[in-house]
């Protein structure tokens, strides 16, 4: 009698956006380096109101912090507000 075949196990096939997370540049987006880096760096170095309201510009500058939760002026080494 023929033997009979296990049936195939289903695979999961996983696809992962490396650009702009570990390789800095996007050759599909047509970004070098530099291109990349300052899209990072303005991603993540903005300020926001403390009262989370949306105007950062009409906002005294003590009434603002950085994305982190640090306080604009504070010193590098400085822990975000609680």
Not at 4 to 13: G, Y
Not at 18 to 36: C, L, Q, R
Not at 37 to 47: D, E, Q, S, Y
Not at 48 to 76: F, I, N
């Amino acid at each position: 009698a023929p033997k009979r075949r296990k049936p195939a196990l289903p695979r999961l096939v996983l696809h992962f956006d490396v650009n702009e997370t570990i390789m800095v540049s996007d050759p599909a987006g047509d970004d070098d380096f530099d291109a990349v880096l300052n899209k990072m760096v303005a991603k993540t170095a903005f300020a926001r109101r403390k009262d989370g309201g949306d105007d950062v510009r009409t906002a005294a500058l003590e009434d603002l912090e950085w994305r982190d939760g640090v306080a604009l002026g504070a010193s590098a080494d400085a822990e975000p507000d609680a």
